[in-house]
């Protein structure tokens, strides 16, 4: 296990450990039926002008918070915001609901926030803790005739590819896997419209892996990621809500720390600020507490609305 009070953030293993569903707030999505939308090319990625709702379903690192055997105040806490489920988050437009990642607590997360539907994935990168949960969306197969889409980097949906060999190999027909319809986004910087929704992908780098952030009009969600390039940081302007990778205090090789991730949000001047996939190094409340106007901590749960 990692010594107390640090927080090794090991974002390639895998650590499948499923929890009880903490004691957080419980959600009432509208998750209305909808027809998927095309997946043209846009002119206009700001266009999207309908209020977006933002469901953040996991905040914490690759670990998860409480960490595995770590006795810790904040693995102890009983503040249901200290319990962190591995990263993701749901976008929701007109009853169009898009999932960011499917992390390895995938089916707890879209059980406590009663989703019925989903239209489409986005992948980030494929990391374990964004990546092994895919499973779950099985259910979910059926809503269109191709199966579920889902958009990636060609090296992400290559690595899909790989990492669930048997989701792509002729079987016989039972149901027992996703049905999935893959869309690479070339180039990576190249807007899209998915679910009727216009998507800017936002390219960073995450130590050296290129991961994607994503923006939907006002809205952006940019995770693992501890360099932003000069082109990307253009395409994070006039944001209502940016949603940011914030480890911890302490500097990492392949994350935002707090004061790194600050450092943006005063360079960006978004008009709230939520920090994501933090380690159990940060106490909701307190840290919160020292955070300047505008930005803090997101938890599981949080629903954010964005005009
Ligand atoms: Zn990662
Ligand atoms: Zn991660
Ligand atoms: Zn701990």
């Given at each position: 296990m990692?010594?107390?009070?640090?927080?090794p953030?090991q974002?390639?293993?895998?650590?499948?450990?499923?929890e009880d569903?903490?004691?957080?707030?419980?959600f009432?999505?509208l998750?209305?039926l909808a027809?998927f939308?095309?997946?043209s090319?846009m002119?206009?990625?700001?266009?999207?002008?309908?209020?977006?709702?933002?469901?953040?379903?996991g905040?914490?690192?690759?670990?998860g918070?409480?960490?595995?055997?770590?006795?810790?105040?904040?693995?102890?806490?009983?503040?249901?915001r200290?319990?962190?489920?591995?990263?993701?988050v749901?976008?929701?437009?007109?009853?169009?609901?898009?999932?960011?990642?499917?992390p390895?607590?995938?089916?707890l997360?879209l059980?406590r926030?009663?989703?019925?539907r989903l239209?489409?994935?986005?992948?980030?990168?494929t990391h374990a803790d964004?990546?092994?949960g895919?499973?779950?969306?099985?259910?979910f197969s059926?809503?269109?005739?191709?199966?579920l889409?889902?958009?990636?980097s060609r090296?992400?949906?290559?690595?899909?590819?790989r990492?669930f060999?048997y989701v792509f190999?002729?079987?016989?027909?039972a149901?027992?896997?996703?049905?999935?319809?893959l869309?690479?986004i070339e180039?990576?910087d190249?807007?899209f419209?998915?679910?009727?929704?216009d998507v800017q992908?936002?390219?960073?780098?995450?130590?050296?892996?290129?991961?994607?952030g994503?923006?939907?009009?006002?809205?952006?969600y940019?995770?693992?990621?501890?360099?932003?390039?000069?082109?990307?940081?253009?395409?994070?302007?006039?944001?209502?809500?940016?949603?940011?990778?914030?480890?911890?205090?302490?500097?990492?090789?392949?994350?935002f720390?707090l004061?790194?991730?600050?450092?943006?949000?005063?360079?960006?001047?978004?008009?709230?600020?939520?920090?994501?996939?933090i380690?159990?190094?940060?106490?909701h409340a307190?840290?919160?507490?020292?955070?300047?106007?505008?930005?803090?901590?997101?938890?599981?749960?949080?629903?954010v609305?964005?005009?």
């Amino acid at each position: 296990m990692p010594p107390l009070g640090r927080c090794p953030d090991q974002d390639a293993k895998a650590s499948e450990a499923p929890e009880d569903p903490p004691p957080g707030p419980r959600f009432a999505l509208l998750v209305f039926l909808a027809t998927f939308g095309d997946t043209s090319p846009m002119t206009d990625p700001r266009r999207t002008r309908d209020p977006l709702r933002l469901t953040f379903l996991g905040t914490g690192t690759s670990h998860g918070v409480p960490v595995i055997g770590c006795a810790c105040a904040v693995c102890r806490s009983t503040d249901p915001r200290n319990r962190r489920y591995r990263p993701s988050v749901l976008v929701q437009r007109r009853g169009q609901t898009i999932l960011v990642d499917t992390p390895p607590e995938l089916r707890l997360q879209l059980l406590r926030a009663e989703v019925t539907r989903l239209d489409a994935i986005l992948y980030t990168h494929t990391h374990a803790d964004h990546l092994f949960g895919l499973d779950d969306v099985r259910v979910f197969s059926g809503h269109t005739a191709s199966g579920l889409p889902v958009f990636g980097s060609r090296q992400t949906l290559e690595n899909l590819r790989r990492q669930f060999y048997y989701v792509f190999i002729e079987t016989p027909a039972a149901g027992g896997k996703p049905r999935l319809d893959l869309h690479a986004i070339e180039p990576l910087d190249r807007p899209f419209v998915v679910a009727g929704l216009d998507v800017q992908p936002v390219p960073v780098l995450h130590g050296t892996t290129p991961v994607l952030g994503f923006r939907f009009g006002n809205l952006a969600y940019v995770t693992d990621t501890n360099q932003i390039p000069p082109a990307s940081l253009e395409l994070l302007r006039e944001l209502d809500v940016l949603v940011l990778d914030a480890l911890r205090d302490r500097p990492h090789p392949t994350h935002f720390s707090l004061s790194e991730a600050l450092e943006v949000v005063a360079e960006l001047g978004p008009r709230r600020t939520y920090f994501t996939h933090i380690c159990h190094d940060l106490d909701h409340a307190a840290t919160n507490r020292r955070l300047p106007p505008g930005v803090e901590l997101a938890y599981d749960g949080l629903i954010v609305d964005v005009p």
